[in-house]
């Protein structure tokens, strides 16, 4: 497993952290996401055989919030 801690824009109540968080978690390989919205970060726990850190950023950014 690895962890990628992404900051992501754009979140600004509990709605944004669960739309991000389900995003990602619907992801193959994606074991657990967390959201820190007074940090505006992500912390994604993933298997890399099943997704990449580009494909975690592309799910965020199709969710519609900025990945920085």
Known sequence: MATA???VGGMTCN???MA???ALKTLDGVQ?????????KVSIEYDPAGVD???LKK???DAGY???
């Not at 657990?32 to 505006?40: G, R």
């Open 59 to 61: 799910a965020i950014s």
């Open 5 to 7: 801690i992404i900051n």
């Open 20 to 22: 991000v968080e389900k």
């Open 53 to 55: 850190e580009a494909g």
């Open 15 to 17: 709605h944004c952290k």
């Open 32 to 40: 657990d996401a967390s959201v820190d919205l007074n940090a505006k």
């Open 66 to 68: 900025d990945v920085y």
